[in-house]
């Protein structure tokens, strides 16, 4: 009946609409807009802007940060949705099916690390990374004084060494949210299916996985998306060095802001993170256009 | 027409909220050049009908938040300023805002919104930029009728005058340079000296490495400390070290910086660096000599004060470790680091009574620099008679003694003069001592990149 009188009723549809209009324009429309018109000039923060041009977009492109950045978010996003979604999926069906005791404690430390600020993370982890007086290396040396490593201080190996510290942190967030997921799928459909012999693996593949499907699209975009976006972590365990081995797209913009102070050129970092990061979510709506399953 | 409605509301809204972003800003640089015209209104009246009112102002009342440094051996040396100051102004409120970045960021969002602190450290490039903006006013009626100048040594404030012949940021600093300090007990139970030239350090880092001990401490979390290791590398052979490159005045294929690059490499190859030196912050670098777990430590003369609880087992490196074996007493008095650093305190052009606010900065600085000597030991650089309360370090009165007789300084790298060389110099003196970057590449990388870099 409301719905009726809303649809109906178009003061109703304004008035409602306009506080979210407002709310959205205002924290993300406009600041992209301003950033978008100040990715052409050059600016200190402070003076005037002057008209820059492409000036930015050029040295963008033509910066070598910029590859080691996108290779480093790829590994990042990789990594992430490998570890986050395939731990967070297998310990989410567990829990579901198992009748194991202390199902909720196990459900409470998967997510603890969720509670934990990203600096008490990023410490704990450069705690264990460390190559004087990490807990790692203690223990590598003492298996063999020469397996000692550069954990954080080597192309490749320093974003994989990150990312793992992150993807610890952020699995308990995904688990829970494939766990809300499955448990609301319809005990019923189970019941039927073990009536008709399913195997469990053949439930979760034919029952629950199409399920929970449009869930898991959701984590896979915030895993993926997250990986060129990817900023604390990085920041206060390496500040995105040594050299740029560790960069991400957000480093590089925050070096261009706080280290060149070129705030123009920091806004077209920012305008090239949000075009990857739009243009990954409608690829990835667009794959998984025909994958929504109802039984 | 629901559509219509609703995409008019939303072009609407934006168009709003952007106008009234873009008139805050217009409105923000509009009041700011308002304010300082007030400003200097004020101050020349004041100057007019006050000139003698200097002393009358120890009881005029006052608050002022002072944005500075907060924290290590600063804390110390602010908490005594702000007591002398107390007692010679009692009525003032002096509050203490703990200077959270380095770069100038936070100053600018404060400038953008209209809220810069009444007195406030204003760092090197940062400098011009606020003057450009008119966020802070000319110092020079302030410390005329003080005879500020006069108060401290010959030349201390050499190099902090603008390019408009005023000063807008003034700070009073000793000497300091960039030096490696060493482990007594380390050395002693090693059987080491303190190295006069490069194949006795790196013989010496061999030995260490040897030892398992890490030969060098460096806090690479930051920059800074690697740029100003290649630095005391180039003094050995090059007085102007990193500050040739400002103004193209020297090249990288030049001989002294190719050498330098080279004996760098070299000594990271010999193991020179711990392997979690890039993850190490200052605090743990401090420890690790300390504690004796490293050998050697990279870090500015101001460290005296800051490993005062063990400075008895502190030595530092009087001869330059890079120097070629002949040219020891000739290379031993190039010093890296700097005295006139650009900047200082500044006052906002928004403060309410800026003259006030000059002569208690102008007051508040002359309390630190009686600070650094009573509460940390500084070097005095005022003419007046200030002791220490307590005894220097052995290494410490050496460096004291032998400040007089240094040459030639180079600067710290926050003291280069545009961000984009700063950048440059720190990123590549940082894949030098990775290890994984030849010297011929860096040397090479480097001067191309210069070429482009605004210096």
């Given at each position: 009946m409301n719905s009726i009188i809303f649809s109906k009723n178009k003061f109703a549809q304004i008035l409602f609409s306009t506080p979210v209009i407002i709310i959205y324009s205002l924290i993300i429309i406009i600041p992209l807009i301003q950033a978008f018109i100040m990715s052409f000039t050059n600016w200190d923060g402070v003076n005037t802007a002057t008209y820059a041009g492409l000036a930015n977009y050029k040295m963008l492109f033509t910066s070598p940060n910029l590859k080691v950045s996108l290779i480093n978010s790829v590994i990042y996003s990789a990594i992430l949705v490998t570890y986050q979604l395939t731990l967070g999926t297998l310990f989410a069906t567990i829990l579901v099916n198992s009748t194991i005791k202390f199902k909720r404690i196990f459900k409470d430390i998967y997510f603890f690390p969720v509670l934990l600020s990203v600096s008490v993370v990023a410490q704990l982890w450069l705690s264990i990374y460390h190559g004087d007086f990490g807990l790692l290396n203690q223990i590598l040396k003492m298996l063999d004084p020469t397996w000692s490593q550069n954990w954080l201080a080597e192309p490749t190996k320093g974003i994989i060494a990150i990312v793992l510290a992150e993807s610890w942190k952020g699995m308990g967030y995904h688990m829970l949210i494939i766990y809300a997921a499955m448990r609301n799928v319809p005990r019923f459909y189970y019941e039927a299916a073990t009536i008709d012999g399913a195997s469990p693996t053949q439930q979760f593949f034919n029952i629950t996985f199409p399920l929970i499907g449009q869930t898991l699209k959701v984590c896979f975009i915030m895993c993926v998306t997250f990986g060129f976006r990817a900023f604390e972590q990085i920041f206060i365990m390496t500040s995105g060095g040594p050299v740029n081995y560790t960069y991400t797209m957000s480093i590089m913009m925050y070096k261009a802001l706080f280290g060149l102070q070129k705030y123009g050129y920091s806004n077209a970092i920012a305008v090239f993170i949000v075009v990857i990061c739009v243009g990954i979510m409608l690829m990835i709506e667009r794959a998984f256009r025909n994958t929504h399953v109802e039984y | 027409m629901i559509k219509k409605s609703l995409s008019m509301l939303l072009v609407v809204a934006m168009l709003f909220t952007a106008l009234v972003g873009c008139g805050k800003s217009d409105n923000t640089a509009g009041s700011s050049t308002t304010t300082t015209g007030e400003a200097t209104i004020a101050s020349e009246a004041t100057t007019t009908s006050d000139t003698t009112a200097i002393s009358d102002n120890t009881q005029k009342a006052g608050e002022f938040t002072v944005y500075t440094y907060y924290a290590d051996a600063a804390k110390i040396i602010t908490d005594e300023a702000v007591r002398l100051m107390k007692e010679k102004y009692p009525n003032v409120k002096l509050n203490i805002e703990h200077r959270s970045d380095s770069d100038g960021a936070v100053l600018k969002t404060r400038s953008a919104v209209g809220e810069?602190?009444?007195i406030f450290e204003c760092t090197g490039t940062l400098t011009d930029t606020f003057i450009q903006s008119k966020d802070i006013i000319p110092l020079n009626s302030a410390m005329e009728k003080m005879d500020f100048e006069n108060?401290?040594?010959?030349?201390?404030?050499?190099?902090?005058?603008s390019a408009d012949g005023n000063y807008y940021a003034v700070q009073a600093s000793a000497p300091s340079a960039a030096l490696i300090y060493y482990n007594k007990k380390v050395f002693a139970d090693n059987g080491l000296t303190p190295p006069k030239n490069y194949p006795e350090f790196l013989s010496l880092v061999q030995k260490l490495k040897a030892a398992d001990i890490i030969p060098l401490s460096l806090f690479?979390?930051?920059k800074w400390p690697g740029l100003q290791l290649f630095d005391i590398a180039v003094t050995s052979q090059e007085p102007l070290g990193i500050t040739g490159f400002e103004g193209g005045?020297?090249?990288?294929?030049e001989k002294a910086y190719t050498d330098a690059a080279k004996k760098l490499y070299d000594l990271v190859k010999a193991g020179l660096l711990g392997k979690g030196a890039f993850n190490t912050n200052a605090s743990q670098a401090f420890e690790l000599l300390k504690l004796g777990k490293a050998g050697m430590l990279i870090n500015g003369s101001w460290y005296f004060a800051d490993a005062k609880e063990y400075i008895d087992n502190i030595g530092y490196f009087e001869y330059n470790p890079f120097a070629d074996p002949g040219s020891e007493e000739t290379s031993?008095?190039?010093?890296?680091?700097?005295v006139n650093t650009p900047g200082g305190y500044a006052i906002s052009a928004k403060t309410k009574d800026p003259e006030f606010a000059k002569e208690i900065m102008l007051n508040y600085v002359l309390s630190r620099s009686k600070a650094e000597v009573t509460e940390t030991a500084g070097i005095n650089i005022l003419k007046e008679d200030v002791q220490p309360k307590v005894k220097r370090g052995e290494s410490y009165q050496k460096f004291a003694d032998n400040v007089k007789n240094y040459k030639s300084f180079t600067k710290f790298e926050w003291s280069l003069k545009t961000p984009d060389l700063i950048t440059l110099l720190e990123d590549s003196s940082e894949k030098l001592l990775t290890?994984?970057?030849?010297p011929e590449k860096f040397i090479t990388d480097l001067e191309k990149a210069l070429e482009n870099t605004p210096k």
């Open positions: - | 810069l602190p009444d108060l401290y040594m010959p030349n201390i404030f050499a190099g902090l005058k690479a979390q930051q005045v020297k090249k990288p294929s031993k008095w190039n010093a890296s680091g700097g290890g994984s970057y030849l």
